[in-house]
């Protein structure tokens, strides 16, 4: 089994500011590792995703995340967030087998201010 | 559709009653996932359709949980006797099949909300 934990519950920043958010997992096999993001009132959307080849992986709104597998890491980085950034941010985890029941962390809210 | 819908958005159910939650995936696609998000937390699975064939129901908390997905299309989440605790945001998602297991990706709707008084 897998499990996926997020450091932090609440990170507050201000805005043009640089963020990190931490992930860490647990497997015993190899596994997929994604970020999604859920504004307020709304569903879950895909941020990025990491299923092989570079371990860094952007998203088309500045986002970065970079696997490290020593670490067992997924952390998400922005150099410089936005108001609009205001959000909740999950991490998952799958495995390579069978169906891709994700595994969720249990999120971490950005709160950008000006 | 464009994306997984999901209704109704909002319901506010009485303890001990009946609810059922309707989940309408992306056209095409063979995988069906519930999940169940309580407040503060995140998704928890639920349980898992390959086209009408329900796979998986590892996730559900109790007998008082059943899902449905009769024609590989449309799912309901039904809920029996509902309890305060089953106050939830319920989140359907689906996605195609991959070869490659955890690779493809998962597509959710916005949710229905579901509070127990």
């Known amino acids: 089994a897998q499990s996926v934990t997020q450091l932090d519950s609440q990170v507050p920043v201000f805005e043009e500011a640089p963020v990190e958010l931490r992930c860490n997992y647990s497997?015993?096999?190899?596994?997929?590792l994604f970020w999604y993001v859920q504004y307020p009132n709304q569903g879950l959307q895909l941020l990025l995703k990491y299923l092989s080849g570079s371990t860094l992986v952007e998203s088309i709104n500045g986002f970065e995340a970079e696997f490290n597998k020593s670490q067992t890491s997924f952390h998400l980085r922005k150099p410089s967030v936005h108001i609009s950034d205001t959000a909740e941010y999950f991490c998952?985890?799958?495995?390579?087998?069978?169906?891709?029941?994700?595994?969720f962390g249990k999120g971490t809210m950005l709160l950008v201010s000006p | 559709g464009a994306g997984v819908s999901q209704s109704p958005r909002y319901k506010v159910a009485k303890r001990g009653q009946d609810v059922a939650l309707r989940c309408d995936p992306i056209s095409g696609h063979v995988s069906l996932f519930w999940y169940q998000q309580a407040l503060g937390q995140g998704p928890e699975f639920l349980t898992y359709?390959?086209?009408?064939?329900?796979?998986?129901k590892s996730g559900l908390p109790s007998d008082r949980f059943f899902a449905e997905r009769p024609e590989g299309s449309v799912s309901t989440l039904k809920i029996q006797r509902t309890q305060q605790e089953d106050s939830a945001v319920y989140l359907c998602a689906s996605s195609l099949p991959s070869s490659g297991g955890g690779g493809n990706t998962i597509y959710f709707g916005e949710g229905s909300w579901l509070t127990v008084v």
């Open positions: 998952a985890v799958t495995t390579g087998s069978g169906y891709s029941t994700l595994t």
């Open positions: 497997s015993s096999v190899s596994v997929y």
């Open positions: 359709f390959q086209n009408e064939a329900q796979l998986d």
